[in-house]
Nanobody
Framework: QVQLVESGGGLVQPGGSLRLSCAASGFTFSSYDMSWYRQAPGKERELVAGISSGGGFTNYEDSVKGRFTISRDNPKNTVYLQMNSLKPEDTAVYYC?????????WGQGTQVTISS
């Protein structure tokens, strides 16, 4: 059974940091490109950051470049999103995504709220 379980969300003040984790099981994690998406209320789900299966390539949405870092630990079947200098506009539900050819899996999401 495929599972992607996100954790690490919460409420932080502007300028703060959070580290999201996504623990994967039920598929060959090291073969999959992994991504983090987010969806704010009333908005479309958007790609935040992605990392290739081996970890050698990453990409970021423009508004998070220099603030967010995606990484993965293949032996631990886990992908991370380190988020620094958080802004109110980063408030959203963050979703983990696994992608390999036609295979695509989603986690249940974790809420991130940036507010003073």
């Amino acid at each position: 059974q495929v599972q992607l379980v996100e954790s690490g969300g919460g409420l932080v003040q502007p300028g703060g940091s959070l580290r999201l984790s996504c623990a994967a099981s039920g598929f060959t994690f090291s073969s999959y490109d992994m991504s983090w998406y987010r969806q704010a209320p009333g908005k479309e789900r958007e790609l935040v950051a992605g990392i290739s299966s081996g970890g050698g390539f990453t990409n970021y949405e423009d508004s998070v470049k220099g603030r967010f870092t995606i990484s993965r630990d293949n032996p631990k079947n886990t992908v991370y999103l380190q988020m620094n200098s958080l802004k109110p506009e980063d408030t959203a539900v963050y979703y983990c995504n696994a992608n390999f050819y036609v295979y695509r899996y989603w986690g249940q999401g974790t809420q991130v709220t940036i507010s003073s």
